[in-house]
């Protein structure tokens, strides 16, 4: 068994002067769940511009080497570029990979909105660099899974929104780090889908959820409604219908998000699609970055206003993720009557089977249920390979007894009916869509029928 390190060469808390490969700490900068932030410089050169310094925790630590690769291939001026990688032998004997990355020296998120009012101009083009961000990443076949706020720097000397953090990033190919049932990331900022099936696959050993393009759209429109308003937006409860299936009806937003003059209309509108219930409906990341370049035409522009302090507000349901559970556990219905007022307003109707424009009709409007049906027959690769037939999807229509779909333009593959399109990677993606043998298969999901009221759910058979 390896002896513990002297506590002033922990690469959690290691002191200014040390060197690591060809760079040497100046001060400690942060710290997460699996690496160590340090300011750093050129061992040669101190008068250099200062670089950040990441240094796992654990030895031979696997993600260290998926996100230096994830760096290398997305280049953005809102990512963080990637300096140096390496290796730094602590005296233990064990080898902790470590990162070099450019300095970003600024201000989180919702702190420099708490610090200076905002603009509707401002967020917008915070937005706009995330989702231009974003879109660099997916074009690469590739997903961040935990942004967030806090993974968020406004940099100083330009006010660019540059996103951090890509240490639970996932691109095409890579294999899977986290166990079957395994959901990294922020609970606040996890997508519907993802919550429905962790309910409805608890206890198998076999089931892999597949992340999409479509997750780190909604972490962004929870970020935006944050960051706007100071409060999150809450999943309305779950209810299983008689075959045992988990539904989802909306998403329940703050009321200052819906009332408030201080929110510019098309910023809430923006926000409403990114907090669909139905994943084809946020669209994609380059759709949205296109929607909020500087040139295109901005409405009224109401005065700044200062972001409020968050609000803490008890979810209807949260999963045990603290203990160590997969499975999301029911809190004592402590809602208040203002609560049980808000209208969940975050639904829309199902986007067309192919359509390339998910838009905000019917927004607020019409309800759209998410629902999770069959279980997996295997493991799905987290890597999202393209060799793997794709997954049937909640509420998909599937073939009668022969085989047939009921529209002729439908394909039927794996157990599903699907529109198959040849569509990039990105696209395919952002409308919930699969790759395989280089055919986008979107899942043809009618509208949903009408469900029971949410703050009423039927029992459980």
């Known amino acids: 068994m390896d002896s513990p390190l002297p506590l002033a060469l922990h690469p959690a808390a290691l002191p200014p002067g040390t060197v690591i490969g060809s760079w040497r700490v100046q001060a400690w900068a942060?710290?997460?769940?699996?690496?160590?932030?340090?300011?750093?410089?050129?061992?040669?050169?101190?008068?250099?511009?200062?670089?950040?310094?990441?240094?796992?925790?654990?030895?031979?630590?696997?993600?260290?080497a998926r996100e230096g690769a994830l760096l290398s291939r997305c280049h953005h001026p809102s990512i963080p570029g990637l300096v140096d990688q390496g290796?730094?032998?602590?005296?233990?004997?064990?080898?902790?990979?470590?990162?070099?990355?450019?300095?970003?020296?600024?201000?989180?998120?919702?702190?420099?909105?708490?610090?200076?009012?905002?603009?509707?101009?401002?967020?917008?083009?915070?937005?706009g660099q995330l989702a231009q961000a974003l879109a660099t990443l997916h074009a690469q076949g590739a997903l961040h899974r935990d942004l967030k706020g806090d993974n968020v720097l406004v940099r100083r000397a330009d006010d660019r929104a540059m996103l951090?953090?890509?240490?639970?990033?996932?691109?095409?190919?890579?294999?899977?780090?986290?166990?079957?049932?395994?959901?990294?990331?922020?609970?606040?900022?996890?997508?519907?889908?993802?919550?429905?099936f962790e309910l409805q696959f608890h206890g198998s050993t076999t089931a892999r959820y597949r992340p999409c393009a479509a997750d780190d759209l909604y972490a962004l429109g929870v970020t935006a409604c944050r960051l706007l308003t100071g409060e999150y937006p809450e999943l309305s409860e779950p209810f299983r219908d008689e075959q045992g299936t988990w539904h989802l009806e909306g998403v329940r937003l703050p009321r200052v998000l819906l009332s408030s003059p201080d929110v510019e209309p098309s910023l809430r509108n923006l926000i409403l699609r990114l907090l669909s219930v139905h994943p084809g409906q946020r669209g994609t990341a380059a759709q949205l970055a296109r929607e909020l370049e500087p040139a295109s035409p901005v409405r009224h522009s109401r005065q700044p206003f200062r972001l409020r302090a968050p609000r803490r507000r008890a979810w209807l349901w949260i999963p045990a993720a603290a203990a160590g559970l997969a499975l999301a556990v029911w809190l004592e219905r402590t809602v208040s009557h203002e609560l049980l007022e808000q209208p969940s307003v975050a639904r829309a109707e199902p986007a067309r089977p192919g359509s390339a424009d998910a838009g905000t009709t019917g927004l607020g409007e019409a309800a759209t249920v998410a629902a999770l049906d069959k279980p997996p027959s295997g493991s799905t690769n987290e890597g999202m390979s393209e060799d793997t037939l794709p997954e049937p999807q909640p509420g998909q229509v599937r073939p009668d007894e022969k085989g047939r779909c009921p529209r002729k333009w439908l394909v039927a593959l794996n157990g599903g009916c699907w529109n198959a399109t040849i569509w990039e990677l990105e696209r395919c993606q952002g409308l919930g869509g699969q790759m395989f043998k280089g055919t986008c298969y979107v899942p043809f999901i009618p509208p949903a029928r009408k469900h029971p009221p949410t703050s009423a759910p039927p029992q459980n058979p």
């Open 30 to 64: 942060g710290r997460g769940a699996n690496g160590a932030v340090y300011r750093a410089v050129h061992r040669h050169n101190e008068h250099a511009s200062p670089v950040a310094l990441k240094l796992a925790l654990h030895p031979d630590d696997p993600r260290f």
């Open 164 to 196: 951090m953090d890509l240490g639970t990033g996932l691109y095409l190919g890579t294999t899977a780090l986290t166990p079957a049932m395994g959901f990294p990331g922020t609970p606040l900022y996890r997508s519907p889908q993802s919550w429905l």
């Open 87 to 127: 290796s730094w032998p602590s005296p233990a004997g064990t080898l902790h990979p470590f990162l070099v990355m450019q300095w970003v020296d600024g201000e989180p998120l919702y702190e420099q909105a708490r610090l200076q009012p905002l603009a509707a101009e401002r967020v917008r083009r915070w937005l």
